[in-house]
């Protein structure tokens, strides 16, 4: 009989136990994490216009700074909304946007944080990723402060950018929230997306080059990623993603030829496109770089600007058309167009002919090389003529050009955030 009660002490001793040390990160986490809502009218190109509800975290309570993703957010013409748990939504507005990362800093006054929030922790260092257990952490399809378990594969180059792949469920509702190391507690990425008909294939932003842009932004300087002068081949057989492919600006900067591998940068090794601009973040116009050419090491320097900054971007409404710079930087560099961007249904503009995606070539005869202009070309109570250029449904064509004809009614000149 002793024998079994004290059987039945150890049972209850584990089973207790157990979830403690399991839930005690989940249990933080609805303390920093937030619900998010958003509703963007006029959109750029990278995002929907519409509603979209998401999740984010607290990561610094003093300047009310909570991450998410950019795709949560909107990119700067919409209206952004927070809540924590247990209380009522409130406004936010986007302080960093970074569609390089799918990174949103946004803020929020801070009387509306409750006192029992916490600050998220997020793991800056350079620990190994693979296989570490992980919980995603969000509002997967409206079940608020849910939590899913699995583990990190790895971190991943795909399209172009750096991953935490885990088998974590990460579902609409999700994107924004902590992706969380159950051992330490800490914040290892930001929930971004799972691939649409497969099982288990989940990524999140890597938590490090968010660092980097939280360390500049705390000493008030420009987080922005590089606007690099070459463009990156990859080979995907040797899992290299830095060899020199092209330069934007139709050339390649001195010192570089086609098929030269980048390793280095300013002592720092590299190996995708995103720990070489994590790198390059801040940093004042020029590296020393180190490429591999065939079998020879090879010295130069790369010159290079920040990126504009989203939210200090401009654009034109004209009667429901958005009109930006060409979202494309290698067709922007080589022949300085503006992009429509969106156009929205049902709107003066659609109903002119404007279509999404087509760059303005005239506004009656003339080619604009400034926003400003454009606005000014689109001004007036006589009809203009817009050549635009699309991409051609003809095999043997490459653009078709389309004329329309347009009498303006509200055209407005506006800066994200106005």
């Given amino acids: 009989m002793k024998f079994k009660s004290k059987l039945l002490a150890i049972f209850l001793t584990v089973i207790v136990w157990t979830p403690t040390v399991d839930a005690s990160p989940i249990d933080d986490a609805s303390k920093y994490s937030v619900r998010i809502k958003s509703n963007v009218r ?5 995002e929907d216009a519409g509603t979209s509800d998401g999740a984010g975290f607290l990561i610094d309570r003093k300047r009310g700074w909570v991450l998410t993703n950019a795709h949560v957010s909107g990119y700067g013409t919409g209206d952004i909304e927070v809540s924590f748990k247990g209380y009522d939504y409130f406004d936010a507005k986007p302080v960093y946007i970074d569609p390089e990362l799918d990174l949103a800093i946004v803020q929020v006054e801070t009387e509306n944080i409750p006192e029992e929030a916490m600050e998220a922790k997020l793991s800056c260092g350079d620990r190994a990723l693979n296989g570490l257990a992980v919980a995603a952490y969000g509002h997967p399809h409206g079940l608020t402060y849910s939590a899913s378990r699995g583990i990190i594969s790895k971190v991943r180059y795909y399209e172009g950018v750096d991953w935490v792949q885990t088998d974590a469920a990460v579902n609409p509702g999700n994107s924004g ?6 051992e330490t507690g800490d914040v290892v990425g930001i929930n971004a997306m799972g691939l649409e008909d497969t099982e288990g294939l989940n990524f999140a932003v890597p938590a490090k080059p968010v660092c980097k842009v ?4 705390m000493a008030n300087e420009n987080p922005s990623p590089p606007e690099l002068p070459i463009t990156f081949a990859v080979n995907e057989e040797s899992e290299e993603y830095l060899i020199v492919g092209a330069g934007t600006k139709g050339k390649l900067p001195e010192g570089f030829v086609l098929g030269d591998r980048i390793i280095n940068v300013d002592g720092q090794k590299v190996e995708t496109p995103t720990t070489l601009k994590t790198n390059l973040r801040g940093k004042k116009g020029q590296a020393d770089v180190v490429l591999k050419r065939g079998e020879k090491e090879v010295k130069a320097v790369l010159s290079f ?12 409404l004209a009667d429901g058309a958005l009109i930006a710079r060409d979202v494309y930087p290698e067709r922007r560099n080589l022949e300085s167009f503006f992009l429509v961007q969106s156009v929205r249904r049902g709107s003066y503009a659609a109903r002119s002919g404007w279509k999404k995606y087509r760059l303005i070539m005239s506004i009656d005869g003339i080619q604009p090389t400034s926003l400003p202009q454009i606005k000014e070309l689109l001004t007036g109570d006589e009809n203009k003529v817009i050549i635009f ?15 329309v004809g ?8 506006k800066k994200v955030g106005d």
């Fill in 42 to 46: 006029y959109a750029f190109a990278e």
């Fill in 214 to 217: 939280l360390e500049l932004m």
């Fill in 305 to 316: 600007l920040p990126e504009p900054k989203i939210l200090d971007r401009q654009y034109v």
């Fill in 389 to 403: 250029r699309g991409w051609s449904a003809q095999s043997a064509k490459l653009h078709d050009y389309h004329e």
């Fill in 406 to 413: 347009y009498w303006p009614y509200k055209v407005e000149l």
């Fill in 177 to 182: 929230g902590p992706l969380i190391d159950l």
